[in-house]
């Protein structure tokens, strides 16, 4: 800490930066070498004011700016890539494709999985009341079965396995969506509002598999979900994203 005359205090910055100021512009600067550091004498013709700093270099210097420097960390495993807005035909993506576009990584970071293999999606492949249309719940699946919406499978493809993931997506009525929710409220699941409408989820890993549900009923649409052993934890809000921006 330096004092002038005037009483006040002037802090010395680190490194050896320092302001020098008076009001006289006759400056003498005179650089004195020494054998372990290097002196700079600063006199002032005018009130007397002595400057006396050791620098790594000779003379008075301003603060160097220092920048910031951007972090670049990589992509977390299991964060999807962005994705364009699918085709939409009455307010529910076009097709599986579109709807996955962009998401096979995210979905199945390792590719066991594959969307709408043959043997399981296939024309004329009937589908598992129980589990195939976003349910294992026999109440939920007698609704989602009927008149079903775009639903869309990921398995392995080579054929049957206990591991995949199958998700709807339709319209609902007001009435079958508030039957849905009192039906998985009952079922002590967890649910809450979440992106304007209600999301329920289950899920039972004491087999040492992860066996659950995720339903989402909002908008006037249903975003059902059943997995066994797949499907990566921000796989239904990925999807509302998509869904409704």
């Known amino acids: 800490m330096v004092t002038s005359q005037s009483g006040i205090s002037t802090p010395l910055r680190d490194r050896g930066e320092l302001s020098c100021r008076s009001a006289s512009q006759n400056v003498r ?7 372990s550091a290097r002196v700079a004498r600063v006199k002032l ?14 003379g008075c210097t301003s603060p160097a700016t220092t ?3 951007r972090s670049t960390a990589s992509r977390s495993v299991g964060t999807p890539s962005p994705t364009a807005t699918p085709t939409i035909v009455d307010g529910l993506p076009s097709s599986c494709d579109a709807f996955f576009s962009g998401l096979k990584k ?31 719940d026999p109440t939920l699946a007698n609704s989602l079965s009927k ?3 775009l639903i869309c499978d990921w398995a392995p493809p080579t054929g049957p396995s206990d591991t995949f993931l199958t998700t709807q997506v339709r319209h609902v009525d007001a009435v079958t969506a508030q039957a849905a929710i009192v039906r998985m ?12 409408g ?3 989820l289950t899920n039972d890993s004491h087999t040492g598999r992860a066996i659950g549900e995720s339903q989402f009923l909002g908008h006037g649409d249903w975003l059902a979900s059943n997995w066994n052993n797949a499907g990566p934890e921000t796989y239904t809000p990925e999807l509302l994203r998509i869904l409704f921006g």
Do not use: M, N
């Open 147 to 149: 008149a079903p919406g």
């Open 198 to 200: 209600e999301w329920c």
């Open 45 to 58: 013709a005018e009130p007397a004011l002595l400057c006396l700093v050791l620098l790594t270099l000779t």
């Open 29 to 35: 600067i005179e650089a004195h070498v020494g054998a």
């Open 106 to 136: 995210f979905v199945s970071p390792d590719g066991s999985l594959v969307l709408d293999p043959t043997w399981k999606s296939g024309p004329g492949v009937p589908r598992a009341e129980t589990s195939g249309y976003g349910t294992y």
């Open 185 to 196: 409220k009952q079922l002590g699941w967890f649910c809450s509002e979440f992106y304007g």
């Open 67 to 69: 920048l910031p420097i």
